[in-house]
Nanobody
Framework: EVQLVESGGGLVQAGGSLRLSCAYS????????IGWFRQAPGKEREGVSCITSKDGKTYYPESVKGRFTISNDKSKNRVYLQMNSLKPEDTAVYYC?????????WGQGTQVTVSS
């Protein structure tokens, strides 16, 4: 059973940094992808990063590229999202997503609030 648990959210001023953590378990094959999504009130869910387990390829949308960095520490079963130069528009609930074949798994989310 795949499980994902996010942590690291909080309140930070614009220009500050946060590091989110996604503790994962249950992936029996090294062919999964873990990413971060966020959803703010009144907005659609947006993918902000993804990393593949097999080759470590990373993906970012233009809205966060250059500011966010995703990494996978397989020895600790943790995927991190380092967020720098945070902006008020980054405020959202951030969810960790795991994908294995056609299946999606989600964590409970962690709130990130960036004040002006």
């Amino acid at each position: 059973e795949v499980q994902l648990v996010e942590s690291g959210g909080g309140l930070v001023q614009a220009g500050g940094s946060l590091r989110l953590s996604c503790a994962y378990s249950g992936f029996t094959f090294d062919d999964y992808a873990i990413g971060w999504f966020r959803q703010a009130p009144g907005k659609e869910r947006e993918g902000v990063s993804c990393i593949t387990s097999k080759d470590g390829k990373t993906y970012y949308p233009e809205s966060v590229k250059g500011r966010f960095t995703i990494s996978n520490d397989k020895s600790k079963n943790r995927v991190y999202l380092q967020m720098n130069s945070l902006k008020p528009e980054d405020t959202a609930v951030y969810y960790c997503n795991g994908r294995l074949w056609a299946y999606d798994y989600w964590g409970q989310g962690t709130q990130v609030t960036v004040s002006s």
